[in-house]
């Protein structure tokens, strides 16, 4: 949409769109979509977190070919010229406010400042981002105890306030706790951040963690909210390669990924995933992050392919062409 005057013009992006979510699924214009996503960090060894408007293009020309067609924004608003940039690419968009498990322990979370605080940010992103179609999602918050009273306060106040004021959305979370969250009741999607064949477990151990969530949604009455996997990954030192299956290697990585990709197509109580990570971040000097990096981007922190960048890509295109077939 343009509008020209003789001293001026303005042209913006305009967008229609509705969002559901039912048992099977998110739809958009009712047309189920699945999610084939991937978390995005705004950050660049060179460029800090002041992202020029060509990175992002870039970054979204690496996340485009490699078959996504949603991005969540973790953990925190992104530049309006990114969202802008979604809504011209029709990419779907999970804003989020930060206010992230690690630093908050449930005493802090039930703290009358940090709850308004917190709602005060989540006015400011529905007044920056309401008319802007990609953003189909609202995340209230990432990993808090949600297992805890204060937890279950919070979730309560913004999600009463984000379906009441957010427009077309879905509001949600991503929850650390599967088997003791307390909070499902706030959400319209189960979003699950769980990192069996790293953190936990080898690669085999997620299809009984999935069949061990499916009885635990049954017992408590949400076999109608579809699941997304909203985090979920392995790290490899980018150029780390070797025939064995070893971890902190691209093969191990990429072999991960694959897995858990078809065991999450495979799943009908799955509608979705956001791989962590797009590119590798600059972390805390750890025992588990090698070079002061969360090594877990499917690109290095300069934008280069590791195999599960073209992993990732044969899956996610493959399971968009037969999508295509299907709606045939």
Not at 150 to 167: C, H, T
Not at 178 to 190: G, S, Y
Not at 207 to 235: N, Q, S, T
Request: some cysteine.
């Amino acid at each position: 949409m343009t509008l020209s005057t003789t001293t001026d013009d303005l042209a913006d992006r305009i967008g229609f769109r509705k969002t559901e979510v039912r048992p099977d699924g998110i739809y958009i214009n009712g047309r189920r979509r699945e999610i084939r996503g991937v978390n995005r960090h705004e950050e660049h060894p060179e460029w800090g977190f002041a992202f020029p408007a060509g990175l992002m293009r870039r970054d979204l020309d690496i996340i485009a070919d490699m078959g996504c067609n949603a991005i969540r924004g973790s953990h925190y608003p992104n530049s309006r010229m990114f969202v802008d940039l979604c809504d011209e690419r029709g990419l779907l968009f999970w804003s989020e406010i930060p206010i992230w498990g690690c630093g908050f322990e449930p005493e802090t979370l039930g703290r009358e400042k940090v709850l308004n605080r917190g709602l005060q940010m989540h006015r400011e992103a529905v007044r920056h981002y309401y008319n802007h179609p990609s953003v189909i999602i609202w995340g209230m918050h990432n990993e808090i105890y949600s297992d805890s009273e204060q937890g279950y306060a919070m979730s309560e106040l913004y999600y009463g306030f984000l379906k009441e004021n957010g427009g077309d959305r879905i509001v949600t979370y991503a929850s650390r706790l599967p088997m003791t969250d307390i909070c499902f009741k706030f959400c319209d999607v189960i979003c699950l951040n769980i990192y069996k064949g790293w953190y936990e477990g080898e690669p085999e151990s997620w299809e009984g963690f999935l069949e061990e969530f499916r009885r635990h949604r049954h017992e408590l009455g949400f076999d109608g909210k579809p699941v997304i996997m909203a985090e979920f990954g392995a790290a490899a030192v980018y150029g780390y390669s070797t025939f064995d299956n070893v971890r902190w290697t691209e093969e191990y990585q990429a072999r991960l990924l694959s897995h858990c990709l078809e065991l999450f197509r495979s799943d009908p109580m799955i509608c979705g995933a956001y791989i962590w990570q797009f590119a590798d971040i600059r972390s805390q000097n750890q025992l588990n992050r090698a070079r002061g990096f969360n090594n877990k981007g499917v690109v290095n922190e300069y934008r280069k392919p590791k195999l599960a960048y073209y992993a990732v890509k044969e899956k996610y295109t493959r399971f968009a062409l037969q999508d295509a077939e299907e709606r045939e």
